[in-house]
């Protein structure tokens, strides 16, 4: 074939590439900020799907995060490729933080509810798993929806002026093209007579 490779990947190696990258983390953020810049839309097409995509990452229901960022930007007109791009928010080196301020921002906003204890791990847990996590996913979705608010304010606020300042100077940059290999406007000289 002609992009495969010569050995393939083991389970292992993909597992460490996805959370460690290749070649590095700048590289691979600078990727994901110069395919956002070159979307062909509106700044506020691009900027809300990235702040669906960022909100959408905070909350517990990690296997939904795109799907639900894809349905969240086509109702508010957003881009779906810029929300998919936004959901990188959220990632294992992001994770584990997003996941203990949701959880403590949850509990202090519900503090009139019991404690929850984390359920302890055995035959018992995995018999009345539901039962168990429900407490917490409910504390962590509540804890989610202001922090998510937040981190798609900044977001939007980010790449709306991110993606306004790139298309003006690349509508300008195309513009100054133009003229240049414009062809010179031939003057007539009309004879009196």
């Not at 702040?51 to 894809?70: D, E, L, M, N, R």
């Not at 490729?81 to 584990?96: D, E, K």
């Not at 409910?138 to 606020?157: E, I, Q, R, W």
């Not at 790139?166 to 031939?186: I, M, S, T």
Request: proline letters at 7%; glycine letters at 6%; one cysteine or more.
């Amino acid at each position: 074939m002609l992009f495969r490779r010569r050995e393939r990947t083991t389970h292992i190696e993909r597992a460490r590439l996805w959370v460690w990258p290749r070649v590095s983390w700048r590289r691979s953020t600078l990727y994901y900020v110069k395919r956002i810049l070159r979307l062909s839309a509106t700044p506020y097409a691009i900027a809300a799907g990235c702040a669906v995509g960022a909100f959408i990452s905070f909350t517990p229901f990690i296997g939904f995060h795109i799907v639900s960022s894809i349905a969240l930007a086509w109702l508010i007109r957003g881009n779906l490729i810029a929300a998919a791009i936004g959901t990188s928010v959220g990632n294992p080196l992001t994770f584990p933080l997003i996941w203990a301020s949701t959880y403590r921002l949850g509990y202090a906003i519900l503090s009139g509810e019991p404690v929850v204890e984390p359920p302890p791990i055995g035959h018992h847990f995995l018999e009345r798993s539901i039962e168990n996590l429900s407490p917490i996913v409910k504390t962590m979705s509540v804890g989610s929806l202001p922090l998510g608010f937040l981190a798609g304010l900044v977001v939007y606020a980010i790449v709306y002026k991110s993606v306004a300042a790139y298309q003006a100077n690349r509508r300008k940059r195309l513009h100054g093209r133009r003229v240049a290999h414009r062809p010179p406007a031939k003057n007539s000289v009309h004879s009196q007579a």
